[in-house]
């Protein structure tokens, strides 16, 4: 269920936690204070928060510059502008220069619901992506956010974290565990075909694991948090493990999560792979759970396609025993 | 290095720069030989740094926003010892570290630049961390006119004056030519002070080829206290190579075999010159 908690909110609470004993921890916000939910901290350190007012190029050169000067910046903006108006910034001054700045997308995806192509934020994973060095990262919920946060406060280097707006339904059944950049966490074991997931859509995945196993199929779920750098070998076991891939993201179908799974299979241990996520248009408005079924990011859709999958032959050329 | 020095040193930075592009068959001659003034006050008079410790801590900082200009400061950065002047010779060849552009693997570069209207954010970043941490450490931003063009650049500008900052010397080699001609053709700039003043910097004009000028203006940098300071600095696109000299082709022209003898004679007889003033002042 969800918590009340967004995730925006549990990275202020955490860095607010951690500034006390960090003096080099720095927030940086464009006007988005609010949106970000970093006003607290703002409040709380004063010394450790720069506004830049609503200027995206100038916030990444600048934390890239507060960066040099040994400081641990942490900019907090949407995500449809932050990815977008700065990428050259973040090319340049954050990735070329190998300079330690974290830069969160807030409200990404469609969680600017009926804000309109402008707002929604469907094609940031791929560019973030395709830039050298610089680590993407979705994390799921309140309590993968905060042990993420955790982690790349320790962390030395570029990265690149997107979240949402709205409070988050839970995929953790606690607060245990480590966060692991780059390493998958399998959510549920499974033999027949495997569902990867990001960020909120993982709950998605975990909820369709359930209904397929109701209908008599094991579906393994993977929660892929860190996009960039890709866990292959996760990829490559599921794909000779189950032998059927599906990909759910809050993100174009080009460039994201799906595409980063389908160019390790394709190269590495060829298995279908389905990939469900934003279709290549300016997305419908509306919340962002009526645009997710609207696009048949949902369990049951999940469900259909999986076992389509599993009883076409012509969608499943090879067979595990292949590899 | 007091100023006369400083002037021979420029001349010997030209006929290297010159040498270099002229080796290495590519590289921004116009805008090197314009800014040569600029970068030699800064890097043998008026910032603090140590060549044998690049990183230390409290150092000043120098930012080439104009990043395809990097031929005077790679032969600076080699003659203050950096790193080998023979590196020079590896210039824009497969695989160097000395690239056209700032490159922050060579020792001496704080950051790599080269996309235009990047530069003056990062200094902001640089001058307000050393604000919040009491360092004394003031910070030189190089930028070109043509660059005033990116908006980026008057974002940082109200940055810089909405948080005081005057630990922050913003340069602009105000040389009025870009690659497609003049400044004022391409997009018009002035008034340029007029423009700066209004975001809140202190405008100081100077002739940015004149060595004496250039350091009491960054050495009494800043004037005016809670201001960061915008030094207009009047230059000349090609400076010290007559033929060169405010024509656009220079921009990234590389000189022939005559143009090059031609040119080094010319600087030849102005370092010769400045010898015998400093022989007459002996």
């Known amino acids: ?75 907090t903006s949407p995500a449809c502008f932050l990815s977008m108006r700065s990428i050259e910034q ?13 830069l ?39 309590h993968e956010t905060r042990r993420m946060t ?11 974290v997107r979240i949402g707006r709205n409070p988050v339904e839970d995929v953790y059944d606690d607060d245990e565990g480590e966060f692991v950049i780059g390493r998958a966490v399998t959510m549920r074991e499974g033999s027949d ?43 490559v076991r599921a794909a000779r493990e189950t032998g059927l891939i599906i990909t759910v993201e809050e993100h174009s179908i080009h460039g994201g999560l799906g595409a980063a799974v389908a160019e390790v299979v394709v190269q590495r241990c060829p298995v279908p792979v389905r990939i469900l996520g934003i279709p290549d248009e300016p997305a419908i408005a509306g919340k962002s759970a009526e645009v997710f079924r609207h696009y048949g990011l949902s369990k049951e859709n999940i469900r259909e396609i999986a076992i389509r999958m599993l009883g076409s032959g012509e969608e499943r050329p090879w067979t595990r025993s292949s590899f | 290095m007091e100023t006369g020095a400083l002037k021979r040193k420029a001349a010997q930075i030209r006929m290297d720069l010159l040498r270099m592009i002229h080796r ?87 950051m790599n630049t080269g996309a235009l209207g990047h530069g003056l954010a990062i200094s902001v970043g640089m001058a307000l961390a050393a604000k919040r941490d009491g360092r004394s450490s003031r910070v ?44 004022e053709d391409v997009m018009g700039l002035d008034p340029l002070d007029d423009k700066w003043s209004a975001f809140g910097w202190h405008v100081v004009p100077v002739d940015g080829n004149d060595v004496d000028a250039l350091v009491n203006v960054f050495e009494a940098a800043p004037e005016v206290s809670g201001k960061p300071t915008l030094v207009l600095a009047h230059t000349v696109k090609g400076k010290g190579v007559s033929f060169a000299e405010h024509v656009p082709k220079w921009h990234h022209h590389v000189p022939n ?21 400093k022989g007459g002042q002996a």
């Open chain 1, 1 to 75: 269920m969800a918590h009340g908690i967004p995730n925006r909110q549990v990275i202020c609470e955490t860095l607010l936690g951690l500034a006390k004993e960090d003096r080099d921890l720095m927030v940086l916000a464009s006007d988005s204070r609010g949106s970000a939910a970093m006003a607290p901290f703002a409040s709380a350190y004063p010394e450790q928060f720069v506004e830049v007012g609503i200027a995206e190029q100038n916030i990444v050169g600048i934390a890239a510059g507060l960066a040099h000067s040994g400081k641990k910046p942490w900019v």
């Open chain 2, 140 to 183: 030189f931003c190089l930028m070109g006119d043509g660059e005033q063009a990116e908006g980026s650049v008057w974002e940082a500008a109200m940055a810089g004056a909405h948080y005081r900052l005057d630990n922050l010397v913003g340069i602009i080699d105000r040389n009025r030519l870009q690659i497609s001609g003049p400044t």
């Open chain 1, 104 to 142: 969160v997308g807030i409200s990404g995806g469609v969680s600017y619901g009926a804000l309109g192509m402008s707002h929604h934020s469907l094609q940031d994973v791929a560019v973030a992506r395709a830039i050298p060095g610089l680590t993407v990262i979705l994390p799921s919920d309140r």
């Open chain 2, 24 to 110: 290495a068959g590519t590289g921004h001659t116009g805008g090197s030989l314009s800014n040569t003034d600029i970068l030699t006050s800064l890097y043998y008079r008026v910032m603090k740094i140590d060549p044998a410790n690049p990183k230390w801590a409290e150092r000043d900082r120098f930012i080439a926003s104009k990043g395809h200009a990097v031929e005077s400061l790679w032969c600076i950065l080699a003659d203050r010892g950096f790193f080998p002047k023979e590196e020079l010779e590896t210039f824009s060849r497969f695989g160097t570290r000395l690239i056209g552009h700032p490159n922050n693997k060579v020792p001496g570069i704080e």
């Open chain 1, 150 to 160: 955790e982690a790349l406060v320790r962390h030395e280097g570029g990265v690149y």
């Open chain 1, 193 to 235: 075909l495997t569902i990867i997931a990001a960020g909120e859509t993982v709950r998605v995945a975990l909820d369709a694991q359930e209904l397929l196993k109701e209908a008599g199929v094991s579906a393994r779920v993977l929660n892929m948090h860190t996009i960039k750098p890709l866990d292959e070998e996760a990829v």
């Open chain 1, 90 to 102: 973040i090319k340049v001054d954050v990735a070329y220069s190998a300079t330690n700045v974290k």
């Open chain 2, 257 to 277: 075999d005559k143009e090059l003898a031609l040119a080094l004679s010319e600087l030849s007889a102005e370092l010769g010159s400045l010898e015998q003033i």
